[in-house]
Structure formats: structure tokens, C-alpha cells
């Protein structure tokens, strides 16, 4: 079945930085959409970026707006979120997500935690 697999996320000081990756598996990946949504304690899960199947043309939740980078790289089957400058209140469960533009189905990560704290 098809796996995304995210990783790099952490315990990161305010103003820090990470690099998330998701990598996918037994996926036509270069035709997917790529989300990364969050997932606060007590919020609703939110979308943080998406970059189209080409990457040409990404979109970003305003918070993330100035501060995080989505990228992709088709041949590694990899989706990545550069977070720089980052705040206490983007302490959330990161997931990736799939939306392939041959299918109504989409498919979701495991998640990976990023905690932001001194």
C-alpha cells in the first residue's frame, strides 16, 4: 500500500530552525500534490503549504508565510518543509499528504512532532 513517511522533526529553540522530510512509497509521486498540514493539542488540523505536482506553484497558510520553504524532488519521491524563525506556537504534529491528480484519494503520513521551546 502506499507510504509517506515523514521525519526531522524535534526539539527546536525559538528562532531555530528545521528541515521536514516525507518520503513516499508505491505512490506515483511526480503527479501528487503535496501538502504538509499541523496539528496543535486541542486544534483542528491545519494546512501549512502545498506545491503542485511540478513545483512550480506553492501556497502558504499566512503564519508560515516568510518562514517556511516547501520543495520537492520527484526523483527522491521527497516532499521537504524548511522551517526557519521558528515560534512556540508552531509546536504541532506535522503530516504530509498526497493528493494525486489521477485519483480522488489522498493519503496522509504518520506525522512527525516539532516542539519549539526554550
Known amino acids: 500500500q502506499v507510504q509517506l513517511v515523514e521525519s526531522g522533526g524535534g526539539l527546536v529553540q525559538p528562532g531555530g530552525s528545521l528541515r521536514l522530510s516525507c518520503t513516499g512509497s508505491?505512490?506515483?509521486?511526480?503527479?501528487?500534490?503535496m501538502s504538509w498540514y499541523r496539528q496543535a493539542p486541542g486544534k483542528e488540523r491545519e494546512l501549512v503549504a502545498s506545491?503542485?505536482?511540478?513545483?512550480?506553484?506553492?501556497n502558504y497558510a499566512d503564519s508560515a508565510k516568510g518562514r517556511f520553504t516547501i520543495s520537492r524532488d520527484n526523483a527522491k519521491n521527497t516532499v521537504y518543509l524548511q522551517m526557519n524563525s521558528l515560534k512556540p506556537e508552531d509546536t504541532a504534529v506535522y503530516f504530509c499528504?498526497?493528493?494525486?491528480?489521477?485519483?480522488?484519494?489522498?493519503?496522509w503520513g504518520q506525522g512527525t512532532q516539532v516542539t519549539v521551546s526554550s
Open positions: 508505491r505512490i506515483t509521486f511526480r503527479t501528487c500534490t
Open positions: 499528504k498526497a493528493d494525486p491528480n489521477y485519483s480522488s484519494v489522498n493519503y
Open positions: 506545491i503542485i505536482s511540478f513545483g512550480d506553484i506553492t
